[in-house]
């Protein structure tokens, strides 16, 4: 059993289009991690928050902390065919510096 | 910019063999992990050392070693591969930040 669930597993949505994609876990965390990973390469961090209800931008993308801090989303707004890969979200519980990873969301984004 | 690289980007070997991957980073930091990832699972964590000659066991150790000779290097050992250690095998490296850097990987297959 995975500590953190992500949903969906598949997404594939046309350019332009809003996605939204989840990370849940009955766990709480110290912090948590967004990644993502193309095709052949190793996960890129993209962001991480700390703090319960942190909202952060990164361009078109919006991460949400939520106030338990046991789960996270990931929105896309108008997504680009270079938004395509595999997202991962991974998270920290106390001082441990070990990460638990979810099991990513393909994100496919047709032109 | 901090850089993980992984000894192989493929590797085929037989059931038995002994199998090394090798990770170096460039960034003078003092923890290292190794992950296996597969669809479906995400990255699960084998082993990690948070020193030179330091290791302790991840989630699924079973069938793996590690060694820490040098702070930049940190290899991964399959002793007698078999056919369920077939995967994708990621190099990680972390500093006094969050922050995880992944190597490319190292697609393994055992027949």
């Known amino acids: 059993t995975q500590l953190l669930e992500q949903s969906p597993q598949f997404l594939s949505i046309q350019e332009g289009e809003n996605l939204t994609v989840y990370c849940n876990s009955s766990s709480v965390f110290s912090s948590l991690q967004w990644y993502r990973q193309e095709p052949g390469e190793g996960p890129v961090l993209l962001v991480t928050v700390v703090t319960g209800g942190e909202v952060k931008k990164l361009k078109r993308l919006t991460f949400q902390f939520g106030d338990a801090r046991k789960d996270s989303s990931l929105h896309i707004t108008a997504a680009q065919p270079g938004d395509t890969g595999l997202y991962l979200c991974a998270g920290s519980r106390g001082n441990d510096y070990k990460l638990s990873f979810g099991a990513g969301t393909t994100v496919t984004v047709r032109a | 910019d901090v850089k993980v690289t992984q000894s192989s980007r493929y590797l085929v070997k037989r059931t038995g063999e002994k199998v090394f991957l090798e990770c170096v980073q460039d960034?003078?930091?003092?923890?290292m992990f190794w992950y296996r990832q597969d669809p479906g699972l995400g990255l699960r964590l084998i082993y990690f050392?948070?020193?030179?000659?330091?290791?302790e066991k991840g989630d699924i150790p079973e069938g793996y070693s590690v060694s820490r000779e040098k702070k930049e290097r940190f290899s991964l050992i399959l002793e007698s591969a078999s056919t369920n250690q077939t995967s994708m095998y990621l190099c990680a490296s972390r500093g006094s930040s969050y922050e995880q850097y992944f190597g490319p990987g190292t697609r393994l297959t055992v027949t």
């Open positions: 960034m003078d930091h003092e923890n």
């Open positions: 050392s948070y020193d030179v000659k330091m290791k």
